[in-house]
T-cell receptor, first 109, second 113 residues
Framework: SQQGEEDPQALSIQEGENATMNCSYK?????LQWYRQNSGRGLVHLIL?????REKHSGRLRVTLDTSKKSSSLLITASRAADTASYFC?????????FGAGTTVTVRA | EPEVTQTPSHQVTQMGQEVILRCVPI?????FYWYRQILGQKVEFLVS????????KSEIFDDQFSVERPDGSNFTLKIRSTKLEDSAMYFC???????????FGEGSRLTVL
């Protein structure tokens, strides 16, 4: 299966701290995407990084991609209570996105 | 901002009944998807749909499932005879090109009793 697997499964941090989560996958990809899901809601796209890119920034988000290690990381800087959510990586290939199990991030005020 | 809309938001049904979940994708999108998320678990791919036919389907998407785009706007998922294990959130998503970002609806929660 090409789907990503996130690590850690859960993360609890203090407001203002950085949150880092990792994603590993198994097969070649066109791109890798990160999504956020608030409890009971739909998934919201955060950022997309193509297979020929190594790093990408969007606001307080920083994503890296290492295709040789088949891994990606998502860094959320200066976390806020509103960042509390589950974060999923998704790999794109074969006309679908395959999602990992997600990292649940809790930001304590 | 354009969005994917899904109805119903919650449906409760008896085991063995047929269920139809409806989605209105974003109007200029070409690829449509159904995903499923059992409570607390990962988001699982069910089926992708392009040019009025299924592009790919997972092993979950067995003969009990079907998809249809009956008109230019709606995209439906039908479960012919629901089982208890079909209880989940079902998400519809659409995309302009298959290498881009997916736009998800808010989901339809299906509870099978």
């Amino acid at each position: 299966s090409q789907q990503g697997e996130e690590d850690p499964q859960a993360l609890s941090i203090q407001e203002g701290e950085n949150a880092t989560m990792n994603c590993s996958y198994k097969t070649s990809i066109n791109n890798l995407q990160w999504y956020r899901q608030n409890s009971g809601r739909g998934l919201v796209h955060l950022i997309l990084i193509r297979s020929n890119e190594r790093e990408k920034h969007s606001g307080r988000l920083r994503v890296t991609l290492d295709t040789s290690k088949k891994s990606s990381s998502l860094l959320i800087t200066a976390s806020r209570a509103a960042d509390t959510a589950s974060y999923f990586c998704a790999t794109s290939n074969d006309y679908k996105l395959s999602f990992g199990a997600g990292t649940t991030v809790t930001v304590r005020a | 901002e354009p969005e994917v809309t899904q109805t119903p938001s919650h449906q409760v049904t008896q085991m063995g009944q047929e269920v139809i979940l409806r989605c209105v994708p974003i109007s200029n999108h070409l690829y449509f998807y159904w995903y499923r998320q059992i409570l607390g678990q990962k988001v699982e791919f069910l089926v992708s749909f392009y040019n009025n036919e299924i592009s790919e389907k997972s092993e979950i998407f067995d003969d009990q499932f079907s998809v249809e785009r009956p008109d230019g706007s709606n995209f439906t998922l039908k479960i012919r005879s629901t089982k208890l294990e079909d209880s989940a959130m079902y998400f519809c998503a659409s995309i302009t090109a298959w290498t881009g970002e997916l736009f998800f609806g808010e989901g339809s929660r299906l509870t099978v009793l």
